[in-house]
Nanobody, 124 residues
Framework: VQLVESGGALVQPGGSLRLSCAAS????????MSWVRQAPGKGLEWVST???????SSADSVKDRFTISRDNAKNTLYLQMNSLKPEDTAVYYC???????????????????WGQGTQVTVSS
């Protein structure tokens, strides 16, 4: 099983980035997929989740700026990030879960698989 994130970079405040996560070794379409981030010196923070069928949910802090999507034919997860702020600076991880319960995904981070992360830095 592999989850490989890409697309992280240094970007100015107000800028945009698109993260990708390429999945292999499991039946991607049957898993809920999430983006979880970790800012320097802080704990994990749930960002957004998309179900196998395409239902999405996002944290209030990113809801109007970030969009999660997936392409089950390409086994790839995306996160479109617009209007980036310095507080969005973090390592962004993609994660896969068989659970469908919000607490497992958004609070307890009960994921079956994790990627290695990609660094997003928002700074002028």
């Amino acid at each position: 099983v592999q989850l490989v994130e890409s697309g992280g970079a240094l970007v100015q405040p107000g800028g945009s980035l698109r993260l990708s996560c390429a999945a292999s070794g499991f039946t991607f379409s049957t898993y809920a997929m999430s983006w979880v981030r970790q800012a320097p010196g802080k704990g994990l923070e749930w960002v957004s989740t998309i179900s196998g069928g395409g239902r999405t949910s996002s944290a209030d802090s990113v809801k109007d700026r970030f969009t999660i999507s997936r392409d089950n034919a390409k086994n790839t997860l995306y996160l479109q990030m617009n209007s980036l702020k310095p507080e969005d600076t973090a390592v962004y991880y993609c994660a896969a879960a068989t659970s469908i319960y919000y607490r497992d995904l958004e609070k307890d981070y009960k994921y079956d698989y994790w990627g290695q992360g990609t660094q997003v830095t928002v700074s002028s």
